[in-house]
T-cell receptor
């Protein structure tokens, strides 16, 4: 079946550091890929998405490129802020069913 | 604020009981999805409804059921509750059935004692 693998963390960085959170997937067909963010005590918010190979999703300084050859969708940000501290989920959707999520990566940014 | 509302915010109940969680989708959205978030299983898709009809099932236990009403709100019914059912239950809605963006509600935290 479909699956998503991502580093679980916690990942601790200093403010203004470069961020990479790795995400790889296994799916049949051509899934759409997503990054969601969950702030403490809140629901999930869509951060960015890509629907086909080589698409780059971007939002709020975060970027991720759909790499079909490596089945990856790594999340990057050039300079993180304390306010970026949250749990980040990589997800895919290959059919009309619900999303398949990774385990989530807890990101902690220290001032 | 995603526009998706869920009630109640918190629910504490005993093993063997039955509870109902409620979700109101964003205005105009026809699809509703239910997800369970637990420490050991992570985020799992449970079930999807589109315009009142069940359209997809994920890892939903037989003790759990859901429905979507004519006004498009949805309810998730959990019965014969076990300690392991303690989790955050999220509802999400989207415009249609395809790869539309899913908007998540704030969740209902269920604690089974």
């Amino acid at each position: 079946g479909d699956s998503v693998t991502q580093m679980e963390g916690p990942v601790t960085l200093s403010e203004e550091a470069f961020l990479t959170i790795n995400c790889t997937y296994t799916a049949t067909g051509y899934p759409s890929l997503f990054w969601y963010v969950q702030y403490p005590g809140e629901g999930l918010q869509l951060l960015l998405k890509a629907t086909k190979a080589d698409d780059k999703g971007s939002n709020k300084g975060f970027e991720a490129t759909y790499r079909k050859e490596t089945t990856s969708f790594h999340l990057e940000k050039g300079s993180v802020q304390v306010s970026d501290s949250a749990v980040y989920f990589c997800a895919l959707r290959a059919t009309a069913d619900g999303l398949t999520f990774g385990k989530g990566t807890h990101l902690i940014i220290q001032p | 604020d995603s526009g998706v509302t869920q009630t109640p915010k918190h629910l504490i109940t005993a093993t063997g009981q039955r509870v109902t969680l409620r979700c109101s989708p964003r205005s105009g959205d026809l699809s509703v999805y239910w997800y369970q978030q637990s420490l050991d299983q992570g985020l799992q898709f449970l079930i999807q409804y589109y315009n009142g009809e069940e359209r997809a099932k994920g890892n939903i236990l037989e003790r759990f059921s859901a429905q979507q009403f004519p006004d498009l709100h949805s309810e998730l019914n959990l019965s014969s509750l076990e300690l392991g059912d303690s989790a955050l239950y999220f509802c999400a809605s989207s415009l249609g059935q395809g790869v539309y963006e899913q908007y998540f509600g704030p969740g209902t935290r269920l604690t089974v004692t």
